[in-house]
């Protein structure tokens, strides 16, 4: 799930393998209420006030124990991702949990497959080594007991805290296995229905469908939680729907203007017959000939055979003193980096959704297989392109 609700502030605690693990301040409130709630529950436990030292010490090392299980179960997804080359620079935690920031989607739904696991798989790795310590120091009953957080004449603090943390990681693994698109069922979901069918756009619109059914079945549970007086959580599932049914339908969008784009390359909706200037021209005849005429704010410019060069914009040459403008040429005043801004005539008119260059100038250059010049993509042919026909 990506940052709906907020995905600003956020503060950087350290970093795992050059993967920056940050929090954002909705995620010290839980924090907080975990605190406070434990603190009181193991204080009834061990039959001591809340604000004494023991039941608070115990709840602050569980919600340690509850931020280090999930940082885990997002670190399982991200090693999985880096691996299968995927980028990972942030995982971020916030109110609802963990998400760690992919830079691109899956390609296959073996990697999909995997990478949606791993979280799962990390989190039910440590709830069996908790349930295995909890029942090697007090025995299969007791701390059976215990997970259900039922107070026992021979409670001890820390078999309750391994408890609480079993039973909370055994909760997420659980929650996260419904197949609620985005969440990692729903992805698993996602990935088997694209391996039997071979599409991605259509395994998509089958597991977001799937996700927005529960995320409304989580905004109608969490109301009903609500108002038998659970308001906190109730509020927080209701919430979780509703992001989960937004992120759903946002990804049902994105793969029917996918679809549009499907197959159709940057070459067959470009202009091709841009004017650009030649890289000899000079700075005075490049702004009585092009700018003056044209009244564009930038021009591709080219060498003699017509390989593209850069872009050469009119703000900056205009700060050309006047008495320079007929000796330099625009091969020697290219605008920083555009020689980056272009795209070859064969890639996928997808591509070039997203690309930053596209946002900078609001166009990109077409090149041919050696480098020429072919045309320019703007975004109003690719607004074209993208309009339902
Ligand atoms: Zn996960």
Redesign the pocket.
């Known amino acids: 799930m990506n940052g709906m609700f907020g995905g600003g502030n956020t503060i950087t605690l350290f970093r795992v393998r050059g993967i920056r693990i940050a929090v954002d301040w909705s995620w010290f409130l839980i924090l907080f209420l975990v605190i406070f709630w434990l603190s009181d529950f193991y204080g009834s436990l061990l039959d001591q006030p809340g604000s004494s030292t023991e039941p608070y010490l115990l709840a602050v090392a569980s919600a340690a124990g509850f931020f280090g299980s999930i940082v885990l179960?997002?670190l399982g997804?991200a090693f999985v991702a880096v691996r299968n080359g995927i980028g990972i620079d942030t995982i971020r935690l916030w109110i609802f949990g963990g998400v760690a920031q992919m830079d691109r989607e899956s390609g296959s739904p073996g990697v999909e497959f995997r990478v949606a696991i791993a979280?799962?798989l990390v989190t039910a790795v440590i709830a069996a080594v908790l349930i295995a310590i909890g029942i090697a120091s007090v025995g299969g009953s007791a701390f059976s007991d215990a997970i259900q957080l039922r107070v026992s004449a021979d409670a001890n603090g820390l078999t309750a805290m391994v408890a609480w943390l079993a039973a909370v990681n055994l909760l997420v693994l659980g929650f996260?296995l419904l197949p609620a698109f985005p969440m990692?069922g729903g992805r698993i979901v996602r990935a088997v229905a694209w391996k039997i069918t071979g599409k991605r756009s259509a395994a998509t619109r089958f597991a977001a469908g799937l996700g927005r059914v529960f995320g409304f079945i989580f905004i109608g549970v969490g109301i009903l939680i609500t108002f038998n007086g659970y308001v906190f959580s109730g509020i927080w599932l209701a919430l979780i729907g509703f992001l989960v049914n937004s992120s759903a339908r946002a990804a049902t969008m994105q793969t029917a203007v996918a679809g549009r784009l499907e197959g159709i390359r940057v070459g067959d909706v470009m202009d091709d017959s841009p004017v650009a200037i030649p890289g000899d021209t000079t700075i005075d005849r490049a702004l009585d000939e092009y700018f003056v005429r044209y009244r564009w704010s930038w021009f591709p410019v080219v060498d003699d055979r017509g390989a593209f060069l850069g872009l050469v914009v009119r703000d900056r040459i205009e700060q050309i003193a006047e008495i320079d403008r007929q000796r330099a040429v625009v091969a020697d005043h290219l605008e920083d980096r555009s020689r980056a801004c272009h795209i070859s005539e064969e890639a996928l008119l997808e591509s070039v959704l997203g690309n930053p260059d596209m946002r900078r100038f609001g166009a990109l250059m077409v090149t041919d297989g050696v480098g020429r010049l072919a045309g320019v993509i703007t975004v109003e042919q690719l607004g074209r392109a993208l309009k339902p026909h």
Do not use: A
């Open positions: 179960h997002e997804h979280g799962p996260n990692d």
